[in-house]
């Protein structure tokens, strides 16, 4: 009788908080131990979601001392459902501090300091977990980066150089790859005049993991370089991994910039061909076209990228300012989307937000057109009155076969040059 009563209380009868107060009434006039009772009543609150009834059994179970735990531990998961994060950190932090094997609070601690942005905090606390072998250590590492750059950021913003070096470099001897760290030091080392260090801390991220933002710093340490000088060091960047596809892509935003558009349109072509062709493909094949003087088929490609998808690593990537510009929440959701798989997927595209200005006109400065040029109908000879224009469904004059024919042209032409 005993444990079915028992049972039936936990379970809080299906949320009915009428019914469940009542079952855990009859479980306490069973029980000769008020303390137990107590711990009945707390979970059938939970479980008719009544926290404030919940909060007040758990509170009285922290005055004995072989309760304190459980007490603890109930108010720290109810403060955390609540949104009382102080309340959660308080209750939380205190169980982990002093029992050693408390997984449930190391979780919960993380969790609220995160949810208040105490990034210091959870840093700290994440190196404890790591101790106490809570946490996988390459997942710890990188939660420890996403925050240090964080952390680095607020210090630039603060005119903190000092302090936001620091912690970027921090950031990325525990997570190389990370690129929003490298990007961060880099323009910091930047500002400093460190130019050579820069081009170093990018390199070295580019060896491990290409990514966009990292091409889009480095390419603006070189301003001021001559065109055989750039030539030269982009070559070499490009070296440190050279078969990766943003290797290539930078290859082929470098001819554009030149105006090499056929051998850009060549290499470009496998990608469009192959692939199903992102909004970040479709514009720089724009580009190409436009620079090729094809002005439909430019205008085709610029009309696919306003429905093309969207890169995962570029979704917001916009390159006149901060490659990452994230707010505490991105922060946020990185700590978990990076810190557990390594993958940088940027926090905008997880939830489906509207992307920003990505356009590849800042890196091709020779273009005379871009593709929003083109789309506002800027490209080409005004329309006839009996000209219907390009039909946005036009993707039949985009197949492999025609790719290929005006790629053997191009490179037929260029062979007689």
């Known amino acids: 009788m005993f444990n079915v009563n028992v049972v039936k209380c936990v379970e809080g009868a299906e949320g009915d908080a009428n019914r469940a107060r009542k079952k855990a009434e009859k479980a306490r006039s069973l029980i000769s131990s008020v303390a137990l009772g107590r711990m009945i009543s707390a979970h059938a609150a939970e479980s008719s979601g009544d926290s404030a009834e919940a909060i007040s059994h758990y509170t009285a179970l922290l ?62 606390t994440l190196e404890t977990a790591l101790s106490r072998k809570h946490v996988d250590k390459d997942v710890a590492r990188r939660r420890i980066a996403v925050l240090d750059t964080a952390i680095a950021t607020k210090f630039e913003d603060e005119d903190n150089m000092a302090g936001a070096i620091d912690m970027a470099q921090r950031a990325i001897a525990s997570a190389p790859g990370f690129a929003p760290a490298a990007a961060l030091l880099a323009r910091l080392l930047g500002k400093e005049g460190e130019q050579k260090k820069a081009i ?60 090499d558009a056929v051998t850009a349109w060549s290499m470009l072509s496998p990608f469009v061909v192959d692939e199903d062709a992102t909004a970040r493909l479709c514009l720089l094949a724009a580009e190409a076209e436009t620079m090729l003087s094809n002005e439909v088929d430019a205008k085709v490609w610029a009309l696919r990228a306003a429905t093309a998808p969207v890169e995962p690593n570029w979704a917001d990537l916009d390159p006149q300012g901060d490659a990452f510009d994230y707010v505490d929440q991105d922060w946020r959701r990185l700590v978990h989307s990076f810190g557990e798989n390594g993958e940088l997927i940027h926090p905008r595209f997880e939830i489906g937000a509207a992307r920003q200005g990505v356009n590849t006109d800042s890196k091709a400065k020779t273009s005379k057109q871009s593709a929003s040029d083109i789309l506002d109908g800027d490209a080409g000879p005004a329309r006839q009155p009996d000209d219907p224009g390009v039909d946005k469904s036009v993707d039949k004059d985009l197949d492999t076969d025609d790719l290929a024919m005006r790629l053997d042209n191009l490179l037929g032409d260029k062979s007689k040059s």
């Not at 309760?67 to 309340?87: E, F, I, K, P």
């Not at 029992?99 to 609070?105: D, G, L, S, V, Y």
């Not at 993991?209 to 889009?216: G, V, Y």
């Open 63 to 124: 005055e004995d001392e072989r309760t304190d735990s459980v007490g603890r531990r109930g108010l720290a998961q109810q403060y955390l459902t609540t949104g009382n994060l102080s309340g959660a950190i308080e209750h939380a932090g205190a169980e982990y501090s002093e029992n050693k094997n408390a997984r449930w609070a190391f979780e919960i601690l993380l969790q609220a300091q995160l949810s208040d942005y105490r990034w210091k905090d959870a840093i700290e």
């Open 200 to 259: 170093s801390v990018l390199e070295k991220a580019w060896g491990r993991t290409p990514h966009p933002a990292l091409s889009a710093a480095f390419l603006d340490l070189l301003d001021n370089e001559s065109d055989n000088g750039r030539a030269k060091k982009v070559a070499h960047f490009i070296k440190q991994n050279p078969e990766h596809r943003e290797s290539l892509l930078l290859q082929i935003e470098e001819k554009l910039r030149t105006g």
